[in-house]
């Protein structure tokens, strides 16, 4: 009897702390845990920088023509348009131990390591495998490097989506703690933006790892490999931080009846199609806004800094090593003005919802930025014009003068100011037209 009466009160204690450490998942968590979750952020963004600014052009170092090399970028949308709303039906109905978010943005952290490695030693790898260097197209460094790409787009779709809707599971439904989340993910990224394309403007960087260059991989690669160091360290630094700090509540789906079973009984992609049948008219007149929007700004994005090395400074990833040289050091000169970018984007997100006040609403905020946006694309012709004509008389390799080189970083920061509307406010009014229609936030969702 003794025995039982000291066991029982012991259970007792057991199952109260593990209702009260229920409950606890039931309310918002501290800013310090919302914090570290969000710091990912900044490993995806790093990721995200070397991308846009450094790998178009290592494409064509390869030997991809020009023209062909935006053919590789088809994974992102692809990747993002399948990957990340079903990683987000998945990652919502996950029942693992570890939680629902933890173990999606674990693996996609090893999926960025692993696709890190094939981009990094593309060229190494395609030389043990038989590519001579004086050839182009290096056929099998083009090949590990398309796989590499491929499964790094497909791993940064898979961990954006579940931090995202980890920072909602925190926030618990509080609408001021949801705003602060989303406020530190956006800040989070612009770190990661900054710290990429300095990383990616910085022409001596390999020097930091001295076996990163090889007879196959010249300073160019040697550079990029390095940025892919780092930025896979900083990613794995806050990742493994994040998810052992902060506890990922397990899910059990609730009973169901009859009816409810239909319903969840429908494939997932029913349900996507399903919910075009429901939105309204402002709804679909935000997609295709958003969808022009992005038809815009893509082209700037993927070759921004090919448009430096190749239209501002005139040189040539395909030419001889003077042209070569003059190629990379635009290319360099772009990532800065992405940087500076970044840092203008990062300022402006702290000021959109003030900004938009001002300006009479966040509808007429974003119309007025997309006529800076159309102003600021039309600018890069001129810019390429007085670049063309200052060749003419100073020499095919002379560079751009230090007044277009100022034009062209301004433009850059410029452009940041529309970019730091489209990554707020189509999000935003898609979470009004939702909420309003009762459709819910997706991911968002508490289930």
């Known amino acids: 009897m003794g025995a039982f009466e000291t066991e029982k009160p012991a259970k007792d204690a057991a199952a109260l702390e593990t209702q009260s450490s229920m409950e606890d998942f039931d309310q918002p968590s501290p800013l310090r845990k919302i914090i570290s979750v969000a710091s990912i952020a900044a490993g995806v963004q790093f990721g995200w920088a070397l991308q846009l600014s450094l790998l178009t052009p290592y494409v064509q170092l390869l030997g991809i023509p020009h023209k062909w090399s935006s053919l590789i970028w088809l994974c992102g949308p692809v990747s993002g348009m399948i990957v990340q709303p079903i990683v987000g039906y998945y990652s919502d109905r996950c029942t693992s131990r570890f939680g629902r978010r933890r173990p999606f943005i674990a693996a996609g952290a090893a999926m960025v390591a692993v696709a890190v490695f094939l981009i990094g030693y593309a060229a190494d790898i395609g030389h043990k495998m038989g590519d001579k260097l004086e050839q182009t197209p290096r056929v099998r460094a083009i090949g590990i490097f398309a ?93 493994v931080t994040s998810l052992w700090y902060v506890k990922d509540k397990q899910w059990s789906p ?92 990062g300022f402006m997100s702290l000021g959109v919802e003030w900004i938009g006040k001002k300006v009479g609403g966040a509808k007429r905020l974003w119309g007025i930025v997309n006529f800076i946006l159309a102003v600021g694309l039309a600018m890069t012709v001129l810019v390429t014009k007085f670049a063309e004509d200052h060749r003419k008389t100073a020499g095919a390799l002379a560079g751009p003068s230090p007044g277009i080189r100022a034009g062209a970083l301004s433009l850059f920061a410029v452009l940041g100011i529309p970019l730091a509307i489209t990554f707020s406010i189509p999000f935003a009014l898609a979470s009004i037209f939702s909420s309003s229609s009762g459709a819910g936030q997706g991911n968002f969702k508490k289930q």
């Open 147 to 239: 796989l590499g790409f491929w499964i790094l787009d497909v791993a940064n779709n898979t961990l954006q989506g579940p931090c995202r809707a980890f920072l909602a599971d925190l926030a618990a439904g509080d609408a001021k703690k949801t705003r602060v989340a989303n406020a530190f993910f956006s800040f989070f990224m612009a770190v990661g933006n900054v710290l990429g394309y300095a990383a990616g403007s910085y022409t001596n960087l390999h020097k930091m790892f001295p076996f990163a260059m090889t007879k196959a991989c010249d300073i160019y690669c040697a550079n990029l490999k390095t940025c892919f160091f780092l930025s896979i360290t900083l990613l794995l630094i806050v990742t």
């Open 254 to 345: 609730s009973p169901v009846n009859d009816d409810d079973e239909k319903v969840s009984s429908v494939p997932f992609f029913g349900e996507i199609f399903g919910a075009f049948k429901v939105m309204k008219r402002p709804m679909w007149m935000l997609l295709v806004v958003t969808a022009l929007n992005w038809i815009a700004w893509f082209p700037f994005l993927l070759f921004d800094t090919d448009w430096m090395g190749r239209e501002v400074y005139g040189g040539d990833s395909e030419g001889d090593d003077s042209l070569k040289k003059l190629y990379n050091q635009g290319v360099h000169q772009g990532a800065l003005g992405l940087m500076f970018n970044a840092i203008v984007l």
